[in-house]
């Protein structure tokens, strides 16, 4: 198993950024899968932007050109930077690394709000 804990959510305007973190337990770099999801009140959880072993970085067609996903080795951590925030961005967001068979782990989401 592998704990992930995220931070950075708030409240911003539309039009604004947020950069949101999640730190892994250990290598972010060791998993097949690693990335964001997120879930809106009394919706499904979604897919925001994924990095999957040898097919590169995949995100939601609702976020493409505005949000950027990125990982560093020497904290183990990877970050969901956005941009353009719109009121529909907003969801719980959460971090999940995955190893097929293995482990399918979430952290416990942190609140992102768009609002005026």
């Known amino acids: 198993q592998v704990q992930l804990v995220e931070s950075g959510g708030g409240l911003v305007q539309p039009g604004g950024s947020l950069r949101l973190s999640c730190k892994a337990s250990?290598?972010?770099?060791?998993?097949?899968?690693v990335g964001w999801y997120r879930q809106a009140p009394g919706q499904q959880r979604d897919m925001v932007a994924v990095?999957?072993?040898?097919?590169?970085?995949i995100y939601a067609d609702s976020v493409k050109g505005r949000f950027g996903i990125s990982r560093d080795s020497a904290d183990n951590t990877m970050d969901l930077q956005m941009n353009n925030l719109k009121p529909a961005d907003t969801a719980v967001y959460f971090c999940?690394?995955?190893?097929?068979?293995?482990?399918?782990?979430w952290g416990q989401g942190t609140q992102v709000t768009v609002s005026s």
């Open positions: 999940n690394a995955n190893n097929p068979q293995e482990f399918d782990s």
């Open positions: 990095f999957v072993r040898d097919q590169g970085t």
């Open positions: 250990r290598s972010i770099f060791s998993f097949y899968s």
